[in-house]
Nanobody, 125 residues
Framework: QRQVVESGGGVVHPGGSLSLSCQAS????????IGWFRQVPGKEREGVSC????????NYADSVKGRFTITKDNAKSMVYLQMSNLQPEDTGSYYC??????????????????WGQGTQVTVSS
């Protein structure tokens, strides 16, 4: 069954770190783009980071550059998002998504075909 499933959310103090994982079952990550998005109630889903399947090129939202790192393990069909120096504004539901088309990764949610159920990240003192 083809699906993406996130894990690793939690509660952390400001300045803390968390690592999210995305298992892309039934997909070869050599070919597909994986994006991480986040959403808070009342706001649109925003792209955080993405990684292109064919060449591993990366993209980060300006708000997370220097703090978040996206990596992948093609052999395990896993994508990771390491988040450090977390701030309250990073709070939200984080989603992993897969784009099955051969193109550069994008922060446009409509470009992604498969979505995980989301994992909550809460940054609070």
């Amino acid at each position: 069954q083809r699906q993406v499933v996130e894990s690793g959310g939690g509660v952390v103090h400001p300045g803390g770190s968390l690592s999210l994982s995305c298992q892309a079952s039934g997909f070869g990550l050599d070919y597909y783009q994986i994006g991480w998005f986040r959403q808070v109630p009342g706001k649109e889903r925003e792209g955080v980071s993405c990684i292109k399947g064919s060449d591993g090129s990366l993209n980060y939202a300006d708000s997370v550059k220097g703090r978040f790192t996206i990596t992948k393990d093609n052999a395990k069909s896993m994508v990771y998002l390491q988040m450090s120096n977390l701030q309250p504004e990073d709070t939200g539901s984080y989603y992993c998504a897969l784009d099955s088309h051969p193109r550069s990764c994008t922060f446009i949610p409509g470009a992604y075909d498969y979505w995980g159920q989301g994992t909550q990240v809460t940054v609070s003192s």
